[in-house]
């Protein structure tokens, strides 16, 4: 069999790119079908503000007119920026959005995607990462027995084979922690967390979505300062967080994002967000011609299984302090209440983490959680 790789080019090829996983997952019950106007969003450069400052280059793999997989080529120019030592830096590029039906085709794709690279003057390849760091990084290595929550990638188990072969290794784990959150936390967490109720110098409290931007510049301000020195780091750029808003708003809920205040300066945060795959997966990826309707209705009076914390951040001048944890566990309590009381959730993941952050994996694992998946992301020089 003959394997041709081909650009896309046109508002089509977008569309079979974006199609193509729903032939490939059809009977992997673990998938999530995407909403597909959404996904051909991301790839659109009209419709995604990712693209002010990094380009892409999508590829169809084709066997004897047949699509049989599809990889995405990318540069983000602040990646570029970023000091080597956080992961990035000069001369990194990315490959992500990555499936196909056989390792022949997975391993001509990635030699396409590492042409292009190289051609653009990148000396490093590294992925997946779909496309933004903010949106599905890393290949699925652990955790295939259920779905992915919202903003979270799912994949084909012999992936992990054929990009090792391709001559790939690990450089970073992604980890999330899942718990269930209808039990109390152990003792010595509620200790910690009475006694922050009594310090007036703190100051848990919930966001107000009718002050959405406000709110939404704290929130940013603390997460570019806590995470500025994170492995991947990429600020968001005002764009990116306008398309963020649009995305997220209608699923945030006062309740579920608490900002930290001590002596009344906002210094963490906790985002919290019902697991919208949940009322998703049965649409399979149309909200036409009832399922705009429905989400609609979910939207409406949310309940849900599972509840995501995709963010948490604290003010580096109190990384590593006791307030820093204090602060945490609290706005973790007062979520999870809320959670279990007002959506009827039992399950909680907070991720994803870096293997190597000690402090966040700490805390998850005094509140009694466990690591349910790992995301690795590969590096390759080229």
Not at 183 to 210: A, L, W, Y
Request: glycine share 8%.
């Amino acid at each position: 069999m003959t394997v041709t790789i081909r650009p896309v080019t046109t508002s089509k090829d977008r569309k079979v790119f974006i199609d193509f996983p729903f032939r490939l997952y059809a009977d992997d019950p673990n998938w999530v079908p995407p909403l597909k106007g959404e996904a051909l969003g991301l790839i659109t450069p009209e419709k995604n503000g990712w693209y002010s400052h990094a380009k892409a280059q999508l590829f169809l793999a084709e066997d004897a007119g047949r699509v049989v997989g599809r990889i995405s080529a990318h540069i983000d120019t602040l990646a570029l920026d970023m000091p080597a030592g956080q992961g990035f830096g000069p001369g990194t590029g990315f490959w992500g959005l990555m499936d196909a039906e056989r390792e022949d085709v997975f391993t001509a794709l990635l030699a396409a995607a590492e042409g292009w690279l190289r051609n653009e003057g990148m000396t490093r390849a590294l992925g997946p990462v779909s496309q933004s760091i903010w949106e599905e990084p890393g290949l699925l290595t652990q955790g295939f027995d259920h779905p992915p929550t919202i903003m979270m990638g799912h994949a084909r188990p012999e992936y992990q084979g054929w990009i090792e072969r391709a001559g790939y290794a690990a450089v970073k784990q992604l980890l999330t922690y899942e718990l269930d959150i209808t039990q109390e936390f152990p003792p010595i967490v509620k200790r910690i967390i009475q006694s922050g109720e009594k310090n007036p110098r703190i100051r848990i409290r919930e966001v107000d979505k009718s002050k959405f931007d406000s709110e939404a510049a704290i929130i940013l301000g603390i997460l570019n300062d806590a995470w500025s020195e994170n492995w991947g780091f990429v600020p968001l750029t005002p764009p990116e967080i306008k398309d963020v808003g649009v995305k997220l708003k209608p699923i945030v809920f006062n309740d579920l994002i608490r900002i930290a205040e001590v002596d009344g300066k906002p210094v963490a945060f906790m985002i919290t967000l019902p697991d919208l795959n949940e009322p998703i997966k049965p649409l399979n990826g149309s909200l036409l011609p009832f399922g705009w309707a429905k989400l609609l209705l979910w939207l409406r009076a949310p309940k849900v299984k599972t509840m995501r914390v995709p963010l948490m951040g604290v003010v580096k001048e109190l990384q590593s302090s006791r307030m820093a944890s204090q602060l945490a566990f609290m706005m973790i309590e007062y979520i999870r209440r809320a959670s279990v009381t007002r959506y009827g959730a039992t399950r909680g993941e907070i991720g994803w983490i870096l293997d190597d952050n000690q402090g966040m994996r700490s805390i998850a694992e005094t509140i009694q959680s466990r690591v349910n998946k790992v995301y690795t992301v590969y590096e390759k020089a080229l």
